[in-house]
């Protein structure tokens, strides 16, 4: 059974930095680019960023660029999102998601599993 | 990145067929067939229902289905039931700077 659980959100004052993490279990790892996704209170889904396989490309929104940085350990089957410089309106539930591979190996450009989500709380 | 546009809100009696729209445009609805819709219940992940415009994944309901015209892509839930009450996003793949962008999502309300 494919799980993601996402840990590490919790709060911390503007400017602060905080690190989240994804722990993957029941599939390979190191085949699947991954993203994050975040939702602010009462609002809709934002894309954060992506990481391939290797962790050799990756990918950011405008919002989050310089500030964020996105890494994996594919030893450890963990996702990262380092968060810096965090600003109020970076206070959100952070997902992070699989993209989904066809059976010939290419993607089919979409999120397939989801975690559950990790709180950010940006306050002071 | 600007997210796709949908309506915010949906409404139909139980049994009826809704419509939800996506629109966005020529570097990402409009070029790719990528497109994909979520459902989200409250204060849970959002599931994917249709992908690759039309396609559905196992499990999910024949009364779900997708389709793209132009720079809109479009889903139908037929036979509106109380349990499709939820939060409903498309996405789709995008030429820019990130790989997908998600739309501004649409509160489907069961009458």
């Known amino acids: 059974e494919v799980q993601l659980v996402e840990s590490g959100g919790g709060l911390v004052q503007p400017g602060g930095s905080l690190r989240l993490s994804c722990a993957a279990s029941g599939f390979p790892f190191s085949r699947y680019a991954m993203h994050w996704v975040r939702q602010a209170p009462g609002k809709g889904l934002e894309y954060v960023s992506a990481i391939s396989r290797s962790g050799d490309s990756t990918y950011y929104a405008n919002s989050v660029k310089g500030r964020f940085t996105v890494s994996r350990d594919n030893s450890k089957n963990t996702l990262y999102l380092h968060m810096g410089s965090l600003r109020t309106e970076d206070m959100a539930v952070y997902y992070c998601?699989?993209?989904?591979?066809?059976?010939?190996?290419?993607?089919?450009?979409?999120?397939?599993?989801w975690g559950q989500g990790t709180l950010v709380t940006v306050s002071s | 990145q600007s997210a796709l546009t949908q309506p915010a809100s949906v409404s139909g009696s139980p049994g009826q067929s809704i419509t939800i729209s996506c629109t966005g445009n020529r570097s990402d609805v409009g070029v790719y067939n990528y497109v994909s819709w979520y459902q989200q219940h409250p204060g849970k992940a959002p599931k994917v229902m249709i992908y690759e415009v039309s396609n559905r994944p196992s499990g999910v309901s024949n009364r779900f289905s997708g389709s793209k015209s132009g720079n809109t892509a479009s889903l139908t839930i037929s036979g509106l039931q109380a349990e499709d009450e939820a939060d409903y996003y498309c996405s789709s793949y995008t030429s820019t700077s990130t790989p997908f962008v998600f739309g501004t999502g649409t509160k489907v309300t069961v009458l």
């Open positions: 998601a699989t993209e989904a591979y066809g059976s010939s190996g290419y993607s089919m450009y979409f999120l397939d599993y």
